[in-house]
């Protein structure tokens, strides 16, 4: 799996992507139902969106890793119903 995805290639039914993205908005939300998360927007090479959010859990993991404005190349990988993103290296 050596080929860049685009957010647009993103489907439910692949259960592995890599992508190269810029993080052009992050937050931490916090509510009474979800804890504490990390809210992003994504965008790729073809201006292409997404939002993603770091559940509470892994809060710790993610945190230090990334920061608005930075690009990443992401490996997000399906399970069941649930997108778990690993983050590669930054660019």
């Known amino acids: 799996m050596s080929a860049m995805n685009n957010v647009s290639d993103l ?4 259960s592995m992507w890599k992508v190269r993205v810029k ?20 965008v790729d090479s073809r201006g292409d969106k997404i939002h993603r959010t ?8 993610f945190v230090h890793v990334l920061q608005q404005g930075q690009t990443k190349i992401l490996f997000l990988l399906k399970f069941f119903y649930f997108i778990h993103i ?6």
């Open 23 to 42: 993080i052009i908005r992050l937050w931490k939300q916090y509510s009474t139902a979800s804890g504490e998360t990390i809210e992003m927007v994504f």
């Open 54 to 61: 770091v559940k509470k859990d892994e809060v710790g993991q």
């Open 86 to 91: 690993f983050v590669y290296f930054s660019e």
């Open 11 to 14: 489907k439910p039914f692949k």
